[in-house]
Protein backbone atom coordinates (compact mmCIF):
# COMPACT_ATOMS: atom_id res chain seq x y z
CA UNK A 1 0.00 0.00 0.00
CA UNK A 2 3.17 2.17 1.03
CA UNK A 3 3.55 1.62 -3.21
CA UNK A 4 0.80 2.81 -4.04
CA UNK A 5 0.17 6.21 -2.24
CA UNK A 6 3.92 6.45 -3.32
CA UNK A 7 2.26 6.77 -7.02
CA UNK A 8 -0.81 8.59 -6.46
CA UNK A 9 1.26 11.29 -4.60
CA UNK A 10 2.49 14.35 -6.14
CA UNK A 11 1.56 16.73 -8.94
CA UNK A 12 2.89 19.88 -10.45
CA UNK A 13 -0.20 20.44 -12.88
CA UNK A 14 0.16 21.26 -16.67
CA UNK A 15 -1.42 24.16 -18.28
CA UNK A 16 -3.87 21.76 -20.52
CA UNK A 17 -5.91 22.64 -23.39
CA UNK A 18 -10.43 22.02 -23.30
CA UNK A 19 -11.56 19.04 -24.31
CA UNK A 20 -13.34 18.64 -27.21
CA UNK A 21 -16.24 20.75 -27.83
CA UNK A 22 -15.34 23.10 -24.70
CA UNK A 23 -15.66 27.03 -25.59
CA UNK A 24 -11.97 29.00 -25.65
CA UNK A 25 -12.47 30.80 -22.92
CA UNK A 26 -13.18 27.40 -20.40
CA UNK A 27 -9.17 26.74 -21.81
CA UNK A 28 -7.78 27.61 -18.56
CA UNK A 29 -8.83 25.08 -16.34
CA UNK A 30 -8.47 25.35 -12.39
CA UNK A 31 -5.68 23.42 -11.38
CA UNK A 32 -5.98 19.99 -9.39
CA UNK A 33 -5.51 20.89 -5.71
CA UNK A 34 -2.61 19.46 -3.64
CA UNK A 35 -3.96 16.70 -1.15
CA UNK A 36 -2.72 14.35 1.90
CA UNK A 37 -3.55 11.04 -0.01
CA UNK A 38 -3.60 9.29 3.80
CA UNK A 39 -7.18 9.16 4.12
CA UNK A 40 -7.55 7.80 0.42
CA UNK A 41 -4.57 5.71 1.86
CA UNK A 42 -6.80 4.60 4.75
CA UNK A 43 -9.92 3.94 2.86
CA UNK A 44 -7.56 1.17 1.24
CA UNK A 45 -6.06 -0.48 4.10
CA UNK A 46 -10.01 -0.95 5.45
CA UNK A 47 -10.91 -2.58 2.20
CA UNK A 48 -7.77 -5.06 2.35
CA UNK A 49 -9.21 -5.95 5.91
CA UNK A 50 -12.54 -6.76 4.56
CA UNK A 51 -11.03 -8.56 1.66
CA UNK A 52 -8.76 -10.45 3.22
CA UNK A 53 -10.86 -11.52 5.84
CA UNK A 54 -13.27 -12.92 3.39
CA UNK A 55 -10.56 -14.51 1.35
CA UNK A 56 -9.08 -15.93 4.89
CA UNK A 57 -12.76 -17.31 5.41
CA UNK A 58 -13.78 -18.86 2.45
CA UNK A 59 -10.21 -20.26 1.95
CA UNK A 60 -10.82 -22.12 5.32
CA UNK A 61 -13.80 -23.35 4.05
CA UNK A 62 -12.83 -24.71 0.63
CA UNK A 63 -11.81 -28.70 1.19
CA UNK A 64 -9.56 -27.83 -2.26
CA UNK A 65 -8.00 -25.04 -4.42
CA UNK A 66 -10.60 -24.40 -7.27
CA UNK A 67 -8.79 -25.34 -10.82
CA UNK A 68 -8.24 -21.60 -11.95
CA UNK A 69 -6.00 -21.26 -8.23
CA UNK A 70 -4.42 -24.79 -8.55
CA UNK A 71 -3.28 -24.36 -12.60
CA UNK A 72 -1.87 -21.12 -11.66
CA UNK A 73 0.40 -22.50 -8.80
CA UNK A 74 1.67 -24.84 -11.25
CA UNK A 75 2.77 -21.96 -13.37
CA UNK A 76 4.35 -20.02 -10.43
CA UNK A 77 6.49 -23.39 -9.40
CA UNK A 78 7.66 -23.34 -13.06
CA UNK A 79 8.84 -20.03 -13.53
CA UNK A 80 10.44 -20.49 -10.06
CA UNK A 81 11.79 -23.62 -10.63
CA UNK A 82 13.49 -21.94 -13.88
CA UNK A 83 11.84 -24.28 -16.07
CA UNK A 84 9.05 -23.53 -18.72
CA UNK A 85 5.48 -22.38 -17.20
CA UNK A 86 4.12 -25.73 -17.33
CA UNK A 87 0.75 -27.29 -15.51
CA UNK A 88 -0.65 -30.55 -15.19
CA UNK A 89 -3.98 -32.10 -16.87
CA UNK A 90 -4.41 -35.56 -15.39
CA UNK A 91 -0.54 -36.29 -16.21
CA UNK A 92 -0.14 -33.76 -19.49
CA UNK A 93 1.96 -31.12 -19.02
CA UNK A 94 0.47 -27.97 -21.07
CA UNK A 95 2.74 -25.09 -21.61
CA UNK A 96 0.73 -22.11 -20.03
CA UNK A 97 2.20 -19.70 -22.77
CA UNK A 98 0.28 -21.66 -25.44
CA UNK A 99 -2.62 -21.00 -23.72
CA UNK A 100 -2.46 -16.84 -22.77
CA UNK A 101 0.18 -14.63 -22.72
CA UNK A 102 0.67 -13.65 -19.20
CA UNK A 103 4.62 -13.64 -18.27
CA UNK A 104 3.59 -10.83 -15.64
CA UNK A 105 2.87 -14.17 -13.29
CA UNK A 106 7.15 -14.06 -12.80
CA UNK A 107 6.70 -11.04 -10.45
CA UNK A 108 5.13 -13.48 -7.79
CA UNK A 109 8.31 -15.66 -7.89
CA UNK A 110 10.09 -14.41 -5.29
CA UNK A 111 7.19 -14.09 -2.74
CA UNK A 112 6.77 -18.43 -3.58
CA UNK A 113 9.83 -18.59 -2.54
CA UNK A 114 9.58 -17.35 0.86
CA UNK A 115 5.53 -18.52 1.14
CA UNK A 116 4.69 -21.24 -1.13
CA UNK A 117 1.09 -21.43 -0.86
CA UNK A 118 -2.13 -20.60 -2.52
CA UNK A 119 -3.14 -18.11 0.57
CA UNK A 120 -0.33 -15.96 0.46
CA UNK A 121 -1.10 -15.08 -3.14
CA UNK A 122 -4.09 -14.48 -2.82
CA UNK A 123 -3.98 -12.31 -0.49
CA UNK A 124 -1.77 -10.59 -2.81
CA UNK A 125 -4.61 -10.04 -5.40
CA UNK A 126 -6.44 -8.79 -2.10
CA UNK A 127 -3.79 -6.29 -2.03
CA UNK A 128 -3.66 -4.94 -5.32
CA UNK A 129 -7.76 -4.33 -5.82
CA UNK A 130 -7.61 -2.80 -2.15
CA UNK A 131 -4.45 -0.39 -3.96
CA UNK A 132 -7.22 0.60 -7.05
CA UNK A 133 -9.45 1.87 -4.29
CA UNK A 134 -6.63 4.13 -3.13
CA UNK A 135 -5.97 5.27 -6.61
CA UNK A 136 -9.70 5.85 -7.80
CA UNK A 137 -10.24 7.67 -4.31
CA UNK A 138 -7.32 10.03 -4.66
CA UNK A 139 -8.13 10.75 -7.84
CA UNK A 140 -11.76 12.16 -7.18
CA UNK A 141 -10.03 13.90 -4.58
CA UNK A 142 -7.36 15.46 -6.40
CA UNK A 143 -9.38 16.88 -9.25
CA UNK A 144 -13.01 17.60 -7.51
CA UNK A 145 -10.66 19.65 -4.84
CA UNK A 146 -11.72 23.00 -5.77
CA UNK A 147 -14.92 23.82 -4.25
CA UNK A 148 -13.84 22.90 -0.39
CA UNK A 149 -11.42 20.59 0.95
CA UNK A 150 -13.75 18.68 3.20
CA UNK A 151 -16.66 18.36 0.92
CA UNK A 152 -14.16 17.18 -2.08
CA UNK A 153 -12.37 14.79 0.20
CA UNK A 154 -15.81 13.16 1.96
CA UNK A 155 -17.26 12.98 -2.14
CA UNK A 156 -13.81 10.90 -2.72
CA UNK A 157 -14.21 8.78 0.12
CA UNK A 158 -17.88 7.68 -0.56
CA UNK A 159 -16.90 7.36 -4.36
CA UNK A 160 -13.87 5.20 -3.42
CA UNK A 161 -16.18 3.29 -1.01
CA UNK A 162 -18.93 2.68 -4.01
CA UNK A 163 -15.78 1.40 -6.28
CA UNK A 164 -14.38 -1.29 -3.55
CA UNK A 165 -17.75 -2.01 -3.37
CA UNK A 166 -18.83 -2.24 -6.85
CA UNK A 167 -19.92 -5.82 -7.71
CA UNK A 168 -17.47 -6.37 -10.83
CA UNK A 169 -14.34 -6.03 -7.88
CA UNK A 170 -16.21 -7.89 -5.40
CA UNK A 171 -16.89 -10.96 -7.44
CA UNK A 172 -13.02 -11.23 -8.48
CA UNK A 173 -12.18 -11.49 -4.76
CA UNK A 174 -12.25 -15.53 -3.44
CA UNK A 175 -10.58 -18.13 -3.49
CA UNK A 176 -9.54 -18.14 -6.94
CA UNK A 177 -6.74 -16.27 -8.15
CA UNK A 178 -6.51 -14.33 -11.52
CA UNK A 179 -5.17 -12.38 -13.97
CA UNK A 180 -7.37 -9.51 -13.57
CA UNK A 181 -5.88 -8.62 -10.09
CA UNK A 182 -2.42 -7.31 -12.01
CA UNK A 183 -4.72 -5.09 -14.80
CA UNK A 184 -6.95 -3.90 -12.42
CA UNK A 185 -4.17 -1.10 -10.41
CA UNK A 186 -2.48 -0.59 -13.67
CA UNK A 187 -5.00 0.82 -15.78
CA UNK A 188 -6.09 2.72 -12.77
CA UNK A 189 -2.78 4.37 -12.35
CA UNK A 190 -2.63 4.81 -16.36
CA UNK A 191 -6.16 6.73 -16.15
CA UNK A 192 -5.58 8.44 -13.36
CA UNK A 193 -2.70 10.18 -14.71
CA UNK A 194 -4.35 10.99 -18.37
CA UNK A 195 -7.13 12.71 -16.30
CA UNK A 196 -3.97 14.58 -13.92
CA UNK A 197 -2.36 15.04 -18.00
CA UNK A 198 1.04 13.58 -17.14
CA UNK A 199 1.04 11.64 -19.88
CA UNK A 200 4.65 10.07 -19.78
CA UNK A 201 3.88 8.89 -16.43
CA UNK A 202 0.11 7.35 -18.28
CA UNK A 203 1.69 5.31 -21.35
CA UNK A 204 3.96 3.87 -18.62
CA UNK A 205 1.48 2.09 -16.33
CA UNK A 206 -0.15 1.27 -19.67
CA UNK A 207 2.67 -0.51 -21.80
CA UNK A 208 2.83 -3.53 -18.99
CA UNK A 209 -0.60 -4.42 -19.67
CA UNK A 210 0.22 -6.29 -22.66
CA UNK A 211 2.35 -8.92 -20.22
CA UNK A 212 -0.62 -9.90 -18.07
CA UNK A 213 -3.33 -10.74 -21.08
CA UNK A 214 -3.12 -10.80 -24.56
CA UNK A 215 -6.60 -9.12 -24.98
CA UNK A 216 -5.65 -5.82 -22.96
CA UNK A 217 -2.94 -5.20 -25.84
CA UNK A 218 -6.43 -3.08 -27.12
CA UNK A 219 -6.96 -1.90 -23.61
CA UNK A 220 -3.89 -0.14 -23.87
CA UNK A 221 -4.31 0.79 -27.53
CA UNK A 222 -7.74 2.57 -26.80
CA UNK A 223 -5.94 4.25 -24.03
CA UNK A 224 -4.07 5.75 -26.70
CA UNK A 225 -7.03 7.39 -28.47
CA UNK A 226 -8.34 8.95 -25.25
CA UNK A 227 -5.03 10.64 -25.26
CA UNK A 228 -5.36 10.95 -28.58
CA UNK A 229 -8.44 12.79 -27.87
CA UNK A 230 -6.85 14.83 -25.21
CA UNK A 231 -4.93 16.40 -28.05
CA UNK A 232 -1.55 14.45 -27.15
CA UNK A 233 -1.16 13.02 -30.69
CA UNK A 234 2.42 11.53 -30.43
CA UNK A 235 2.11 10.03 -26.69
CA UNK A 236 -1.56 8.44 -28.14
CA UNK A 237 0.13 7.30 -31.44
CA UNK A 238 2.51 5.63 -29.93
CA UNK A 239 0.16 3.50 -27.00
CA UNK A 240 -2.13 2.97 -30.12
CA UNK A 241 0.57 1.47 -32.39
CA UNK A 242 2.35 -0.69 -29.17
CA UNK A 243 -1.08 -1.96 -27.96
CA UNK A 244 -1.75 -3.01 -31.79
CA UNK A 245 1.68 -4.34 -32.35
CA UNK A 246 1.38 -6.27 -29.32
CA UNK A 247 -1.45 -8.08 -29.78
CA UNK A 248 -0.46 -9.41 -33.44
CA UNK A 249 2.79 -10.71 -31.90
CA UNK A 250 1.31 -12.49 -29.49
CA UNK A 251 -1.71 -13.72 -30.77
CA UNK A 252 -0.32 -14.19 -34.26
CA UNK A 253 3.54 -15.73 -32.87
CA UNK A 254 3.78 -16.00 -28.84
CA UNK A 255 1.24 -17.86 -28.20
CA UNK A 256 0.62 -20.31 -31.43
CA UNK A 257 4.33 -20.73 -30.97
CA UNK A 258 4.11 -22.74 -27.32
CA UNK A 259 0.96 -24.16 -28.03
CA UNK A 260 0.23 -27.47 -28.46
CA UNK A 261 -2.22 -26.87 -31.30
CA UNK A 262 -0.09 -24.19 -33.08
CA UNK A 263 -2.86 -21.85 -33.16
CA UNK A 264 -4.08 -19.06 -30.56
CA UNK A 265 -7.00 -21.59 -29.52
CA UNK A 266 -9.20 -18.51 -28.79
CA UNK A 267 -10.09 -17.77 -32.12
CA UNK A 268 -12.36 -20.42 -31.96
CA UNK A 269 -14.68 -18.09 -29.56
CA UNK A 270 -15.84 -15.82 -32.62
CA UNK A 271 -18.54 -18.12 -34.22
CA UNK A 272 -17.28 -17.74 -37.88
CA UNK A 273 -13.52 -17.42 -36.09
CA UNK A 274 -10.86 -14.87 -36.50
CA UNK A 275 -12.31 -14.19 -40.37
CA UNK A 276 -15.38 -12.42 -38.76
CA UNK A 277 -13.27 -9.77 -37.20
CA UNK A 278 -12.75 -8.60 -41.12
CA UNK A 279 -16.40 -8.21 -41.46
CA UNK A 280 -18.14 -5.40 -39.93
CA UNK A 281 -21.70 -6.93 -40.55
CA UNK A 282 -20.82 -9.74 -38.79
CA UNK A 283 -18.95 -8.42 -35.81
CA UNK A 284 -22.53 -6.15 -35.78
CA UNK A 285 -24.86 -8.90 -35.72
CA UNK A 286 -23.00 -11.20 -33.14
CA UNK A 287 -23.02 -8.11 -30.73
CA UNK A 288 -26.63 -7.43 -31.51
CA UNK A 289 -27.30 -11.09 -30.41
CA UNK A 290 -28.37 -9.76 -26.78
CA UNK A 291 -28.13 -13.56 -25.98
CA UNK A 292 -31.75 -13.76 -23.91
CA UNK A 293 -31.39 -10.07 -22.66
CA UNK A 294 -28.32 -11.47 -20.57
CA UNK A 295 -25.58 -8.80 -22.40
CA UNK A 296 -27.97 -5.97 -21.73
CA UNK A 297 -28.45 -6.46 -18.46
CA UNK A 298 -24.79 -6.59 -18.07
CA UNK A 299 -24.46 -3.58 -19.58
CA UNK A 300 -27.30 -1.68 -16.96
CA UNK A 301 -25.61 -3.45 -14.43
CA UNK A 302 -22.21 -1.48 -15.64
CA UNK A 303 -23.72 1.63 -16.14
CA UNK A 304 -25.76 1.71 -12.87
CA UNK A 305 -22.80 1.62 -10.67
CA UNK A 306 -21.51 4.71 -12.07
CA UNK A 307 -25.47 6.67 -12.22
CA UNK A 308 -25.19 6.17 -15.61
CA UNK A 309 -22.74 9.34 -15.68
CA UNK A 310 -19.38 7.53 -16.68
CA UNK A 311 -21.03 7.75 -21.11
CA UNK A 312 -20.44 11.75 -20.35
CA UNK A 313 -16.32 10.92 -20.41
CA UNK A 314 -14.30 9.45 -23.12
CA UNK A 315 -12.88 7.28 -20.60
CA UNK A 316 -15.51 4.71 -20.84
CA UNK A 317 -14.30 3.71 -24.59
CA UNK A 318 -11.18 1.81 -22.68
CA UNK A 319 -13.97 -0.48 -21.70
CA UNK A 320 -14.87 -1.51 -25.19
CA UNK A 321 -12.64 -3.97 -26.04
CA UNK A 322 -13.42 -5.92 -22.87
CA UNK A 323 -17.04 -5.98 -23.32
CA UNK A 324 -16.44 -6.36 -27.28
CA UNK A 325 -14.23 -9.75 -27.27
CA UNK A 326 -17.06 -11.24 -24.02
CA UNK A 327 -19.90 -10.28 -26.14
CA UNK A 328 -18.81 -11.86 -29.51
CA UNK A 329 -17.46 -15.23 -27.60
CA UNK A 330 -20.05 -17.66 -28.37
CA UNK A 331 -19.83 -19.28 -24.75
CA UNK A 332 -22.60 -17.39 -22.45
CA UNK A 333 -20.31 -17.22 -19.42
CA UNK A 334 -18.76 -14.04 -20.50
CA UNK A 335 -21.28 -12.24 -20.90
CA UNK A 336 -23.52 -11.78 -17.75
CA UNK A 337 -22.26 -10.31 -14.52
CA UNK A 338 -20.74 -13.75 -12.88
CA UNK A 339 -17.38 -14.35 -12.18
CA UNK A 340 -14.16 -11.90 -12.21
CA UNK A 341 -14.70 -10.92 -16.21
CA UNK A 342 -15.59 -7.20 -14.99
CA UNK A 343 -13.49 -6.46 -12.65
CA UNK A 344 -10.81 -4.98 -15.25
CA UNK A 345 -13.92 -2.29 -16.06
CA UNK A 346 -14.46 -1.48 -12.78
CA UNK A 347 -11.50 1.39 -12.61
CA UNK A 348 -12.73 2.14 -16.16
CA UNK A 349 -15.92 3.39 -15.23
CA UNK A 350 -15.64 4.37 -11.86
CA UNK A 351 -12.42 7.20 -13.18
CA UNK A 352 -14.91 7.70 -16.14
CA UNK A 353 -17.34 8.80 -13.32
CA UNK A 354 -14.66 10.86 -11.81
CA UNK A 355 -13.86 12.55 -15.18
CA UNK A 356 -17.48 12.86 -15.94
CA UNK A 357 -18.20 15.08 -12.92
CA UNK A 358 -15.21 17.34 -13.35
CA UNK A 359 -16.57 18.13 -16.86
CA UNK A 360 -19.51 19.21 -15.70
CA UNK A 361 -18.28 20.98 -12.95
CA UNK A 362 -16.02 22.89 -15.13
CA UNK A 363 -17.91 23.51 -18.27
CA UNK A 364 -21.23 22.01 -17.78
CA UNK A 365 -23.81 24.00 -19.60
CA UNK A 366 -26.68 21.90 -19.55
CA UNK A 367 -28.60 22.81 -16.29
CA UNK A 368 -30.06 19.55 -14.39
CA UNK A 369 -26.89 17.45 -15.92
CA UNK A 370 -24.84 19.55 -13.99
CA UNK A 371 -26.65 19.94 -10.81
CA UNK A 372 -26.83 15.88 -11.17
CA UNK A 373 -23.06 15.55 -11.68
CA UNK A 374 -22.07 18.49 -8.77
CA UNK A 375 -25.16 17.43 -6.13
CA UNK A 376 -26.41 13.95 -6.43
CA UNK A 377 -24.03 11.39 -8.39
CA UNK A 378 -21.66 10.37 -6.03
CA UNK A 379 -24.94 9.82 -3.17
CA UNK A 380 -26.68 8.05 -6.38
CA UNK A 381 -23.73 5.69 -7.18
CA UNK A 382 -22.78 5.32 -3.14
CA UNK A 383 -26.77 3.75 -2.46
CA UNK A 384 -26.67 1.60 -5.90
CA UNK A 385 -23.49 0.07 -4.77
CA UNK A 386 -24.59 -0.61 -1.31
CA UNK A 387 -28.22 -1.83 -3.11
CA UNK A 388 -26.66 -4.33 -4.98
CA UNK A 389 -24.19 -5.72 -2.37
CA UNK A 390 -27.78 -6.75 -0.51
CA UNK A 391 -29.67 -7.83 -3.72
CA UNK A 392 -27.03 -9.68 -5.74
CA UNK A 393 -25.98 -11.15 -2.25
CA UNK A 394 -22.24 -10.09 -3.07
CA UNK A 395 -19.12 -11.44 -0.97
CA UNK A 396 -19.27 -8.37 1.34
CA UNK A 397 -22.56 -9.12 2.99
CA UNK A 398 -21.02 -12.63 4.68
CA UNK A 399 -19.00 -10.05 6.78
CA UNK A 400 -21.54 -10.10 8.89
CA UNK A 401 -22.76 -13.78 9.53
CA UNK A 402 -20.82 -15.72 12.09
CA UNK A 403 -20.42 -18.07 10.08
CA UNK A 404 -17.16 -16.32 8.16
CA UNK A 405 -15.31 -16.23 11.61
CA UNK A 406 -16.35 -19.86 12.14
CA UNK A 407 -12.90 -22.31 11.86
CA UNK A 408 -13.58 -24.70 8.72
CA UNK A 409 -13.48 -28.56 10.07
CA UNK A 410 -11.54 -28.84 6.78
CA UNK A 411 -9.01 -26.20 5.12
CA UNK A 412 -8.46 -25.95 1.61
CA UNK A 413 -4.91 -28.29 0.20
CA UNK A 414 -2.58 -25.28 -0.03
CA UNK A 415 0.72 -27.76 -0.57
CA UNK A 416 3.45 -25.51 -2.27
CA UNK A 417 4.62 -27.95 -4.29
CA UNK A 418 2.29 -28.74 -7.78
CA UNK A 419 2.46 -32.21 -7.28
CA UNK A 420 0.01 -31.87 -4.08
CA UNK A 421 -1.80 -29.60 -6.28
CA UNK A 422 -5.37 -31.09 -7.39
CA UNK A 423 -5.34 -33.01 -10.51
CA UNK A 424 -7.59 -30.94 -13.06
CA UNK A 425 -10.33 -32.54 -15.31
CA UNK A 426 -9.32 -32.90 -19.23
CA UNK A 427 -9.49 -30.07 -21.18
CA UNK A 428 -11.08 -30.48 -24.99
CA UNK A 429 -10.08 -29.56 -28.42
CA UNK A 430 -5.95 -31.42 -28.16
CA UNK A 431 -5.71 -30.47 -24.07
CA UNK A 432 -6.97 -26.90 -24.67
CA UNK A 433 -9.56 -24.87 -23.37
CA UNK A 434 -12.41 -22.86 -25.05
CA UNK A 435 -14.45 -21.87 -22.57
CA UNK A 436 -13.99 -20.04 -19.31
CA UNK A 437 -16.09 -23.02 -17.78
CA UNK A 438 -13.19 -24.96 -18.73
CA UNK A 439 -10.10 -24.98 -15.86
CA UNK A 440 -8.40 -22.56 -17.39
CA UNK A 441 -6.03 -20.57 -14.75
CA UNK A 442 -8.00 -17.05 -16.35
Request: charged share 10%; net charge positive; proline share 7%.
Amino acid sequence: MATIATAVDGYDAEQGSAPIGVPAQSRHRRRPVRRSTLPYLLLGLLFLAGYAVLTVSRYRQEASLPPGTALIMQEIHGYASLSAPDFSVHGVPVNALGLHFSPVLALLVPLYWVFPNALTLLLVQDLLFAGSVTIVAATAGRLWGGHGRTQARGRALCLGAAYGLSWGLQNAVGTDLRLTCFAVPLVALSLRNVLLERWQRAGLWALPLVFVQEDLALTVALIGVVVVLRRRWAAGAVLIGFGVAALLITVDWVIPHFSAGGSYTYWSQLPGGYLDLLSPLKLLHHLADVGGGTKLATLGYLLAVTGFLALRSPLALVAVPTLAWRFLATDPAYWGTAGHYSAVLMPVLFLALVDAVHRCEEYGRVGWLRRYATQSAVPVVTAVALTLCVSLHLPVTDLFKPATYRAAAHQAAAAPLPSALPSAPPLPNAGLPVSPRSPAPR
